[in-house]
């Protein structure tokens, strides 16, 4: 099992950044990979960035050049730093965990870019 908790929503004006954090417990070890996917209402969840052991990155196009997905081993944490962020990513965003094919999933962290 693997837990997970996000942190570092808000309310933020277009062009402002955010950073999130998501907290893994657990079985940690038996991670391949981690992500952020986000949820804006009336639409389907989607990938935002994604991060492989060993540090291969992913991200969505909407994403790239803005965002950026890193873990620090350490702490057991990996974080999203989001910069010029516009309207159209206000969404809840979701921290994921892939263990041998087995998904989990944070409780989510509301992001609301005001224009």
């Known amino acids: 099992q693997v837990q997970l908790v996000e942190s570092g929503g808000g309310l933020v004006q277009a062009g402002g950044s955010l950073r999130l954090s998501c907290a893994t417990s657990g079985s940690i070890s038996s991670i391949n990979a981690m992500g952020w996917y986000r949820q804006a209402p009336g639409k389907q969840r989607e990938l935002v960035a994604l991060?492989?052991?060993?540090?291969?990155?992913n991200y969505a196009d909407s994403a790239k050049g803005r965002f950026t997905i890193s873990g620090d081993n350490a702490k057991n944490t990996v974080y999203l730093q989001m910069n010029s962020l516009k309207p159209e990513d206000t969404a809840v965003y979701y921290c994921?965990?892939?263990?041998?094919?087995?998904?989990?999933w944070g409780q989510g962290t509301q992001v609301t870019v005001s224009s």
């Open positions: 994921h965990a892939d263990s041998w094919n087995i998904n989990f």
């Open positions: 991060i492989k052991r060993g540090g291969i990155t």
